[in-house]
């Protein structure tokens, strides 16, 4: 089945310590996205990739970059993880950013930063 | 400003009843309705949307919703509840003027009680 599948599905860090969470499709789609989900709350987009156009939102802070390394693969690093970044992180798809295409997610990536 | 809001963090319904999950909207020009659902430890699902033509939107697992532009409303509905219902459900929308980000409301969190 074509699906959006991120490794790992928990992620323990320390304070500082680089960490990278991986996604990939099987669905060909040309977007990809990363949101950030925290505790009850809606989830927030990070940034998506294009293609290989990058898209950065415009609060999301430095500390969080990503790499798009061909169409089935994107990554998520977090360079210096603080107590605050722990969250849900998700990872969605959708074939062309057209307005009214909607986004495939995968199961998420739960982060602890200790 | 352009928003998306679910006014109830909590929904509960017994087995049998019908549901309704509210969302509301505010924006300037027509929008791009989704409602995904999450089930625990888990990515977003995608259940239906609205993009143009009839209100009324079947999706997946019996959800359909209505759109009611002069209300601006697209409340989610059920006929019959199921106990594997219970999830957390979320409306979002995409402006036709924004760019390709989804905004989520907060979440309402349906809890089908057997």
């Known amino acids: 089945d074509a699906m959006v599948i991120q490794n790992p599905r928990y992620q323990v860090t320390q304070f500082g310590k680089p960490v990278t969470l991986s996604c990939s499709q099987t669905?060909?789609?040309?977007?990809m996205y990363w949101y950030q989900q925290k505790s009850s709350q809606a989830p927030k987009l990070l940034f998506h990739y294009y293609d290989k156009d990058f898209n950065n939102e415009a609060d999301t802070p430095d500390n969080f970059q990503s790499r798009r390394p061909n169409t089935s693969f994107c990554f998520l690093d977090i360079r210096s993880p603080g107590l605050g970044d722990a969250a849900m992180y998700l990872c969605?798809?959708?074939?062309?950013?057209?307005?009214?295409?909607?986004?495939?997610f995968g199961p998420g990536t739960r982060l602890t930063v200790t | 400003a352009q928003s998306v809001a679910q006014p109830e963090d909590q929904v509960n319904v017994a087995e049998g009843n019908p549901l309704t999950v509210k969302c509301t909207y505010s924006v300037s020009g027509n929008p791009y309705l989704f409602w995904y659902v999450q089930y625990p430890n888990r990515g977003l699902q995608f259940l239906l949307k609205?993009?143009?033509?009839?209100?009324l939107v079947k999706g997946s697992y019996g959800f359909e919703a209505e759109f009611n532009k002069s209300q601006t409303s697209f409340h989610l509905k059920k006929p019959s509840a199921l106990v594997s219902d219970s999830a957390l459900y979320f409306c979002a929308v995409r402006f036709q003027t924004g760019a390709n980000n989804l905004f989520f409301g907060t979440g309402t969190r349906l809890t089908v009680i057997p």
């Open positions: 969605a798809t959708s074939r062309r950013p057209g307005q009214g295409r909607e986004q495939y």
């Open positions: 669905l060909n789609h040309n977007v």
């Open positions: 609205y993009i143009t033509g009839d209100n």
